[in-house]
C-alpha cells in the first residue's frame, strides 16, 4: 500500500520555469523524504525534511511540510533539461521507522 | 566501495528458473534494504536488514522469494521458480541509521526478465 500520493503524475515545462509537486500522505510521520530518478534506475537522495519543520532548502530545492493537511511540496526553480526525472516521496509508515514507502511519483518533463 | 553496488545489472532468465540478486551496500552501513519497481511505479519495499537478520521481510510477495545477509554486509536476494511477473527492477539500498534519518543510498538496481 501506498504512504505517500504525488501530484501531478506526469509534469513538462520548459527550462526556465518552476516545477511544483506535491506529496499527500496518510498517516503521521517523523519526517517526509524526497528522491529523484532517471532513466528508472537508481534514486538519489534529494532533501529530508523532519515532522518539526516546515520548510527546507538545498540548491535550487525548496521543500514544505505541512502536517495538518498531510501534504508537502517540492519546488525546482529555475528548472534545467537536466532535471528531468521523475520525483518521488517517501515516508515511513505510521508507528514504525525501519523502512520508506514511495508513491508512484511525478514525471518532470523540461524541455529546452 | 563508494556507492552502492548491484550485480548483475541485468537478468534475463527463463520462466522457472532460479535467479539470484547480489548486492554490495555501503562500508559501515548497518541498514540494508530490497525494493522492487514496475514500470511507472514508485518503488515497492520487500525486506529489510539490520545487520545479520531480516528486520522485516513484510514486504516479500510469496515463499518463492528469499533474502540474506550472512555477515551483515553484502546481501543477496534469491527468488525461485520465476514467473513473468517477477520482471521488474530490483534495487537495493543502504542507510547508516535504520529510520534512514540522513536518506538512504540506492543502488542501480538489477532489471530482471522473466520470459
Known amino acids: 500500500s501506498q504512504q505517500g500520493e504525488e501530484d501531478p503524475q506526469a509534469l513538462s515545462i520548459q527550462e526556465g520555469e518552476n516545477a511544483t509537486m506535491n506529496c499527500s500522505y496518510k498517516?503521521?510521520?517523523?519526517?517526509l523524504q524526497w528522491y529523484r530518478q532517471n532513466s528508472g534506475r537508481g534514486l538519489v537522495h534529494l532533501i529530508l525534511?523532519?515532522?518539526?519543520?516546515r520548510e527546507k532548502h538545498s540548491g535550487r530545492l525548496r521543500v514544505t511540510l505541512d502536517t495538518s493537511k498531510k501534504s508537502s511540496s517540492l519546488l525546482i526553480t529555475a528548472s534545467r533539461a537536466a532535471d528531468t526525472a521523475s520525483y518521488f516521496c517517501a515516508t515511513p509508515p505510521s508507528g514504525g521507522y525501519n523502512k520508506l514507502i514511495f508513491g508512484a511519483g511525478t514525471r518532470l518533463a523540461v524541455h529546452p | 566501495g563508494a556507492g552502492v553496488s548491484q550485480t548483475p545489472s541485468n537478468k534475463v532468465t527463463e520462466k522457472g528458473k532460479y535467479v539470484e540478486l547480489r548486492c554490495d551496500p555501503i562500508s559501515g552501513h548497518t541498514a540494508l534494504y530490497w525494493y522492487r519497481q514496475s514500470l511507472g511505479q514508485g518503488p515497492e519495499f520487500l525486506i529489510y536488514?539490520?545487520?545479520?537478520?531480516?528486520?522485516?521481510d513484510s514486504g516479500l510477495p510469496n515463499d518463492r522469494f528469499f533474502a540474506v545477509r550472512p555477515e551483515g554486509s553484502v546481501s543477496t536476494l534469491k527468488i525461485q521458480r520465476t514467473e513473468r511477473g517477477d520482471s521488474a527492477v530490483y534495487l537495493c539500498?543502504?542507510?547508516?541509521?535504520?529510520?534512514?534519518?540522513?536518506?538512504?543510498?540506492f543502488g542501480s538496481g538489477t532489471r530482471l526478465t522473466v520470459v
Open positions: 539500498a543502504s542507510s547508516l541509521t535504520p529510520g534512514g534519518d540522513y536518506g538512504y543510498t
Open positions: 498517516t503521521s510521520i517523523n519526517n
Open positions: 525534511i523532519r515532522s518539526n519543520e
Open positions: 536488514f539490520q545487520g545479520t537478520g531480516a528486520a522485516d
